[in-house]
């Protein structure tokens, strides 16, 4: 069974513990937490962070210079689905990550090279975990998804929630009833 992880970096493996030049930086504390998790699932990583650069190649590198362990675990990177809609009035549209993140999976997973489009069955041929301090998700992602605290960054108690969905045994709690 494949397993991708669709990682954030602001606010999941940076945070304020470590600033350089004004910017959050990669924090070792947190990288631990997630070698937890690449140990317990042998997932791959997609990088939904805006810390990605406009390829995979230039992502890995760009990561692997700023002192990301796994970088090398970087199988993909997600679109930017951000839009002008009319640059002349200056409207734009701010996708959710969540829409870009759908994208990676119907392209990538769900069909081959854009060509042929076979529904994978997730948790049989495909599981994911979607790690993030924003909440910008989809509905059906919500069992998929660990949301971290932006000053905390990855804990251990997120660490074994994405691990326990990576492997099918989340059992998430029951929806409530509107
Ligand atoms: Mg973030």
């Not at 210079?65 to 951000?82: N, Q």
Request: proline share 2%.
């Amino acid at each position: 069974m494949e397993k991708i992880m669709f990682l954030d970096i602001d606010g999941v493996i940076a945070t304020n513990e470590s600033v350089v030049g004004g910017q959050w930086a990669l924090v070792n504390a947190r990288q631990v937490q997630l070698r937890k998790i690449i140990d317990a699932t042998g997932c791959k990583i997609v990088l939904s962070s805006s810390w990605r650069k406009w390829d995979l190649e230039t992502t890995r590198q760009f990561m692997k210079e700023e002192g990301f362990w796994f970088w090398d675990l970087i199988i993909g990177i997600t679109i930017r689905a951000y839009q002008y809609l009319d640059r002349t009035k200056k409207i734009h549209l701010s996708i959710p990550r969540g829409v870009e993140i759908k994208q990676w999976i119907d392209a990538n997973i769900h069909s081959d090279n854009g060509k042929n489009y076979n529904r994978k069955k997730l948790g049989k041929d495909y599981q994911y975990v979607i790690i993030d301090d924003d909440t910008d998700m989809l509905y059906e992602h919500r069992n998929n998804f660990v949301n971290t605290k932006p000053h905390k960054g990855l804990t251990a108690k997120d660490a074994e929630k994405a691990i326990l969905i990576l492997n099918n045994q989340y059992l998430p709690a029951k929806d409530e009833t509107l």
